[in-house]
Nanobody, 127 residues
Framework: QVQLKESGGGSVQTGDSLRLSCAVS????????MGWFRQAPGKEREGVGG????????DYADSVVGRFTISQDNAKNTLYLQMSSLKPEDTGMYYC????????????????????WGQGTQVTVSS
């Protein structure tokens, strides 16, 4: 089982960029599909995107395509979420999660697919 810890959240303005990190205890390598999720106040947690390092496949929610990029540095055991052109609706608690290696794109964006979660980092985007 891996342990995950997010960092890099903060308060920014509309249009700004922010990079979140997720430090992973244990090896990322070929063991997991790594996902990013977010939860706005009063709303359900939703998938943002994810990455499968073994073949470089990435998946993104429609709402973040072209604005968010997920990457992974195995040497540092760290997952990243680069966010640009941020909007107020991107506000929320952001979580990283580790799930089964082989998932379909739909499964990869589903909360129920993951058992290992970090504690989250808050992102607030003001207009």
């Amino acid at each position: 089982q891996v342990q995950l810890k997010e960092s890099g959240g903060g308060s920014v303005q509309t249009g700004d960029s922010l990079r979140l990190s997720c430090a992973v205890s244990g090896s990322l390598s070929s063991n997991y599909y790594m996902g990013w999720f977010r939860q706005a106040p009063g709303k359900e947690r939703e998938g943002v995107g994810g990455i499968r390092y073994v073949d470089g496949r990435t998946d993104y929610a429609d709402s973040v395509v072209g604005r968010f990029t997920i990457s992974q540095d195995n040497a540092k055991n760290t997952l990243y979420l680069q966010m640009s052109s941020l909007k107020p609706e991107d506000t929320g608690m952001y979580y990283c999660a580790a799930g089964p290696l082989w998932m379909t794109p739909i499964e990869a964006l589903a909360v129920a697919s993951y058992k290992n979660w970090g504690q989250g980092t808050q992102v607030t985007v003001s207009s």
